[in-house]
């Protein structure tokens, strides 16, 4: 992202990963993410910075935690849904369990685990719900 | 605290600082020459050197981790024996207690110097905060990548208010991209006087990382470790990582560390930084001390001209 904001906000993947030193498979994942949140956008190779790429990019460490909250709430379905079930339980509290359930009736085991893993550590980032792990409790985090 | 003002006392400094280790037949094995060594305020100082050659050897002597064979360490003055250093150590492997939460790994050497429970959780939580962690109070070590978990070795170091942060290889454990976001963190928390360090001492294998955080560079020499070169890197942050200057600098301790024993083939003759002429303060050995000390007289004779690496025999 600081690369792409460095070099005019427009860059070609490959470059991108000689840049980086790394091979187009290991940067694709953050690449992905990165276009998922609304940070970059590819279109044919090239890679475009976003103006609140841009922002993620040269904000200090509680301005990114800022931005990608309001990304991560904007972008991710599955974070603004856990966000409301939270909201909508007067104790703000559910189980994993239940998300668990929700996303086993698209997807296979696995993924599921996966999609709620990675969903937890996102939410957690973002300060969108506390995660007890002994207990499998989501929270919300109180404002 | 800038970091062109060097302030006449150390906070650290050893004074002819050596580590060997007997052998059976009662000769000794020399890891690390006598060394003089000063930590200043305000200085990120790198200290770097091939896998090795001694550089964390020489970080726990400093840290009073580890005893010296010879000399001694002063922490502002005063042996360091005697006195408790406030400093605090990142290590490259994490070193977290996965058994403890987020909050409590940072609590833990609070804990241990007595802190009171209330004072604790509220410095723990403000440095947790600081390193981008909130949200992972609650997490254990093994529900969190590699960065994260270092965020948390660094919050831990922090917690304490240590006078010099040492971090020995912190980011060498992290993939690329994590161990450049770290980077960048750190500086900005140095860099914009979020926390009270009055100078890092990070060791390091890796050139560009010491160029890209060091006011301050020590190269290593080995067999045994010594000090080969030891200068100032002005160059302005955040630093371009393709501008000459910086391109210049890596190159050259590129060569200092592949050609240790050739005496001045690549020191540089100056402080790297745009333009200005700046005392060099390049400390070259002659020759590299050799590995092994028996009690006079060595059958290595100096000045051959030898390969980079060749030990004695």
């Known amino acids: 992202m600081e690369i792409l904001a460095d070099q005019g906000g427009r860059v070609d993947l490959h470059h991108l990963a000689d840049e980086l030193s790394l091979e187009v498979d290991a940067l694709l994942p953050s690449v992905d993410t990165a276009a998922l949140l609304g940070f970059l956008r590819v279109e044919e190779g090239d890679v475009t910075i976003t103006p609140e790429g841009q922002a993620f990019a040269q904000g200090d460490i509680q ?3 800022t931005i990608f909250r309001k990304a991560a709430l904007a972008n991710v379905p599955l974070l ?5 079930a939270l909201k909508a339980k007067s104790n ?4 994993e369990e239940f998300f668990h359930d929700l996303l086993d009736e698209h997807f296979g085991e696995d993924e599921s685990r996966r999609q709620l893993e990675t969903a937890i550590q996102w939410g ?8 007890d792990a002994a207990t499998g409790k989501l929270t919300l985090t109180e404002a | 605290m800038s970091t062109a003002n060097i302030a006449p006392t150390p906070i650290i400094e050893a004074r002819q600082l050596e580590k060997s280790y007997p052998q059976p037949d009662g000769s000794r094995i020399q890891v690390i020459a006598a060394t003089d060594l000063a930590v200043y305020p305000g200085q990120i100082i790198a200290l770097l050197g091939a896998s090795g050659c001694g550089k964390s050897t020489l ?3 400093l840290t009073g981790l580890s005893p010296a064979s010879g000399g001694a360490v002063y922490w502002h003055g005063h042996p360091v024996r005697d006195e408790s250093p406030n400093v605090s150590i990142v290590f490259q492997s994490f070193a977290l207690f996965p058994w403890l939460t987020v909050l409590e790994n940072v609590e833990a ?3 241990a110097r007595g802190t009171p429970p209330i004072e604790r959780r509220k410095r723990s939580l403000r440095i947790i905060d600081a390193v981008g962690l909130d949200g992972f109070e609650t997490a254990y070590p093994k529900e969190l990548s590699g960065g994260m978990k270092q965020r948390v070795g660094v919050a831990r170091a922090l917690v304490v208010e240590p006078e010099v942060l040492f971090m020995d290889e912190p980011f060498s454990a992290l993939d690329v991209l994590t161990a450049e976001t770290l980077r960048g963190e750190l500086l900005e928390l140095w860099l914009g006087h979020k926390i009270p360090t009055r100078a890092i001492f990070i060791v390091t294998h890796n050139i560009e990382e010491a160029v890209v955080l060091a006011d301050r560079i020590i190269v290593l020499g080995r067999n045994p470790a010594h000090i080969h070169a030891d200068f100032k890197v002005d160059l302005p942050h955040p630093r371009d990582r393709k501008s000459a200057h910086f391109v210049e600098l890596v190159d050259s301790i590129y060569r200092i560390l592949t050609r240790p024993d050739h005496k001045d083939a690549a020191a540089p003759s100056r402080t790297f930084g745009p333009g200005r002429e700046v005392r060099p303060k390049i400390v070259m050995l002659p020759h590299a001390p050799r590995r092994t000390c028996r009690p006079l007289g060595d059958s290595c004779r100096p000045g051959r001209p030898s390969g980079p690496s060749s030990p004695c025999g």
């Open chain 2, 109 to 111: 050497p609070l804990e």
């Open chain 1, 124 to 131: 957690r980032y973002a300060e969108i719900f506390d995660y």
């Open chain 1, 80 to 84: 603004r849904q856990m966000e409301q």
């Open chain 1, 92 to 95: 703000r509290t559910l189980n």
């Open chain 2, 59 to 61: 970080l726990r002597m």
């Open chain 1, 63 to 65: 301005a990114r935690k």
